[in-house]
């Protein structure tokens, strides 16, 4: 599932070939993409907007248009958009949409498990949507510090790797690059969130960072699904400390890495460094 730099990776792709196109035309050929709205009603609205920016906020692509309105795309499980238009799109089952832009190119978007999301909103409306969904501060802006790290957490008794996921503490993260930034900070991701010490809410900060940027410089982790705008992999997969890596040494101490469940997710840790308090 793409996290925070698999998006950003193509947020950056793509920004240069859409900003200042519009969209000529617009085909939504699934109307999971948009539900409730239909897809010809969205497509409608889409048709002529202009875009003024490419934004990222958490896992979401934002698409900014002059006219003020917002295109949200959240790719979950599968989602992935290719620009320009791959060879053979035509033939292939898991296009969703397919953007004409003013410059003849097409825009892709290809889903297999059809859980990504197009939200398109009115003037106005982006901060109360994000706001309903309780997303938490950009973990590489500068607000995210080790004392509003520390106050999100405070007095919660779920697991620091639920209160990860969760998205309320910095958006953007999901199940890869928590169990990286835990190793990183030495945390065992049961520990109860609000348990963490100043040391080591400190220390979650910088490992957050860590795992994050190293994410952006690989161009994301390709496991799966997830390509780049032009269809290339990712490579932070080779850079994992912790994630997937059960049985293999710790590259700190050499510990074979131990993997468990928490909030119904897999996860992967070094029980000798990240051993709880
Ligand atoms: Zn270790």
Same mark, same amino acid.
């Given at each position: 599932m793409p996290e925070l730099p698999e998006v950003e990776t193509i947020r950056s792709r793509l920004a240069p070939g859409l900003v200042g196109r519009r969209f000529e035309r617009v085909e939504i ?94 003037? *106005?409306?982006?901060? +109360?949507? #994000? ?6 501060? /950009? @973990?590489?802006? $500068?607000?995210? !510090? ?35 930034a835990l190793w990183y900070a030495r945390v065992h991701p049961l520990t109860p969130a609000g348990d963490l010490d100043e040391e080591q809410v400190s220390a979650l900060r910088e490992g957050v ?24 992999? *990712?490579?932070?997969? +080779?850079? #994992? ?6 049985? /293999? @040494?710790?590259? $700190?101490?050499? !510990? ?22």
């Amino acid at each position: 599932m793409p996290e925070l730099p698999e998006v950003e990776t193509i947020r950056s792709r793509l920004a240069p070939g859409l900003v200042g196109r519009r969209f000529e035309r617009v085909e939504i050929s699934d109307p999971r993409l948009t539900r409730p709205v239909p897809p010809e009603a969205v497509a409608d609205a889409l048709t002529g907007e202009q875009v003024a920016d490419v934004r990222r906020r958490g896992k979401y692509l934002v698409v900014v248009f002059e006219s003020g309105r917002h295109l949200l795309v959240h790719l979950r499980m599968t989602g992935n958009v290719l620009h320009p238009a791959p060879e053979g799109r035509e033939d292939d089952p898991h296009v969703r949409a397919v953007v004409r832009l003013d410059d003849g190119s097409d825009v892709v978007y290809r889903d297999v498990r059809r859980f990504g999301t197009w939200d398109l909103l009115e003037p *106005g409306e982006l901060d +109360e949507y #994000f706001a309903a969904r309780r997303l938490g501060v /950009e @973990p590489l802006a $500068r607000a995210f !510090t080790a004392a509003s790290l520390g106050r999100a957490l405070a007095g919660r008794r779920a697991p620091v790797k639920a209160a990860l996921l969760d998205q309320r503490a910095a958006a953007g993260i999901g199940n890869i690059y928590a169990d990286e930034a835990l190793w990183y900070a030495r945390v065992h991701p049961l520990t109860p969130a609000g348990d963490l010490d100043e040391e080591q809410v400190s220390a979650l900060r910088e490992g957050v960072r860590k795992a994050l940027k190293l994410g952006i410089r690989r161009q994301g982790a390709t496991l799966r699904d997830y390509r780049g705008v032009d269809g290339s992999r *990712g490579r932070m997969q +080779e850079e #994992f400390r912790v994630y997937g890596r059960a049985g /293999e @040494p710790c590259d $700190r101490c050499g !510990t074979p890495i131990a993997k468990t469940r928490i909030a119904g997710r897999g996860t992967w840790f070094c029980p000798t460094c990240q051993a709880p308090d």
